[in-house]
């Protein structure tokens, strides 16, 4: 079974604090994701990487970076937490091309 | 897909009955991928079912079925035989035009009534 593991289930930050959140997929997957979930706007993407040290921005990239210095490991960083970045942060990951994305269990984030 | 709509936010169905959960969405290829995603409470995001819009044939998995009308750009979910396990929230989601991204509706929470 493809397992997507997440650093943390629930995070307590405040505002202006660099904020990182981890993902680990052990499939050797090339495609890995994170998005954002917030309640009536479903998922939305933030970044995707297709391989290691490439990333492309997704739809709301605005306030995040991330990192992938190895195949497995997708980093997601607030340089400078923002209180409407309190979210639910799920990372994904997937073979190309993308039939199906495996999900990690998400990362609650609250930025006080 | 380029937007993803789903127009029900919430929806109930008594345990044993069959459900549709609806979907639309705009797209301006010809050959795409649709799919349904099913995220319980506290667990994760899993695939319910894949179609291939090529595919004149709707697509089934045990209870969970579709009906896709590709000209309407319609992508309902039918579950038949509602289970308790079934209570989640159902996400339906589009492949992009260049096969590197998915486009998620806002989803609609399922409520499974005993």
């Known amino acids: 079974d493809v397992k997507v593991t997440q650093s943390s289930r629930y995070l307590v930050k405040r505002t202006g604090e660099k904020v990182f959140l981890e993902c680990v997929q052990d499939?050797?997957?090339?495609?890995m994701f994170w998005y954002r979930q917030d309640p009536g706007l479903g998922l939305r993407l933030i970044y995707f990487s297709y391989d290691v040290k490439m990333k492309e921005k997704g739809d709301i990239p605005e306030g995040y970076s991330v990192s992938r210095e190895k195949k497995e490991r997708f980093s997601l960083i607030l340089e400078s937490a923002s209180t409407n970045q309190t979210s639910m942060y799920l990372c994904?990951?997937?073979?190309?091309?993308?039939?199906?994305?495996?999900f990690g269990p998400g990362t609650r984030l609250t930025v006080t | 897909a380029q937007t993803v709509t789903q127009s029900q936010p919430e929806m109930s169905v008594q345990e044993a009955e069959t459900v549709t959960l609806s979907c639309t969405y705009d797209t301006s290829e010809s050959d795409y991928y649709l799919f349904w995603y099913k995220q319980p409470p506290s667990r994760q995001m899993i695939l319910v079912i894949r179609?291939?819009?090529?595919?004149?044939q709707n697509a089934t998995e045990n209870r969970f079925s579709v009906n896709f009308q590709k000209a309407a750009k319609s992508f309902s979910l039918k579950i038949s035989d509602s289970q308790l396990g079934d209570a989640a929230m159902y996400f339906c989601?589009?492949?992009?035009?260049?096969?590197?991204?998915?486009?998620f509706g806002g989803g609609t929470r399922l409520m499974v009534k005993p």
């Open positions: 179609q291939e819009a090529y595919k004149q």
């Open positions: 994904a990951s997937s073979l190309p091309p993308i039939y199906e994305q495996y």
């Open positions: 499939m050797d997957h090339e495609n």
């Open positions: 989601a589009g492949l992009n035009n260049a096969g590197n991204m998915l486009t």
